[in-house]
């Protein structure tokens, strides 16, 4: 499936974004999806992922109060709503797809989105 990740921008801390993923070439609800970040000089992290039919989510702890991941199978289109952003929020976000669950390491997943860059102003 390919994945095109949107949304991105500068926020103060404190504010809020919405970043958005839109499947296309395959059936979006076969696949997990999740997001990810990379910060400069860091390693990809996981952030947080949604089950096949939005029933299942998973977060890493540090976003665990303030970001919620969604979906939308109607539309093939994930979503990652960050409230309370952080400057160590700020990061390239990657969008991910694979079809198990319960995968948080970047190479269990199989599809990619070219990443949107969210930058927090302190």
């Known amino acids: 499936v390919q994945l095109q990740a949107s949304g991105g921008g500068l926020v103060q801390a404190g504010g809020s974004l919405r970043l958005s993923c839109a499947a296309s070439?395959?059936?979006?609800?076969?696949?997990?999806m999740a997001w990810f970040r990379q910060a400069p000089g860091k390693e990809r992290e996981f952030v947080a992922a949604?089950?096949?039919?939005?029933?299942?989510?998973d977060y890493e702890d540090s976003v665990k109060a303030r970001f919620a991941i969604s979906r939308d199978n109607a539309k093939n289109t994930a979503y990652l709503r960050m409230n309370s952003l952080k400057s160590e929020d700020t990061a390239v976000y990657f969008c991910?797809?694979?079809?198990?669950?319960?995968?948080?390491?970047?190479?269990?997943?199989?599809?990619w989105g070219q990443g949107t860059q969210v930058t927090v102003s302190s």
């Open positions: 991910a797809a694979t079809k198990g669950w319960g995968y948080r390491r970047a190479d269990e997943y199989e599809d």
């Open positions: 070439g395959g059936t979006f609800s076969y696949y997990v």
């Open positions: 949604i089950g096949w039919s939005g029933g299942v989510t």
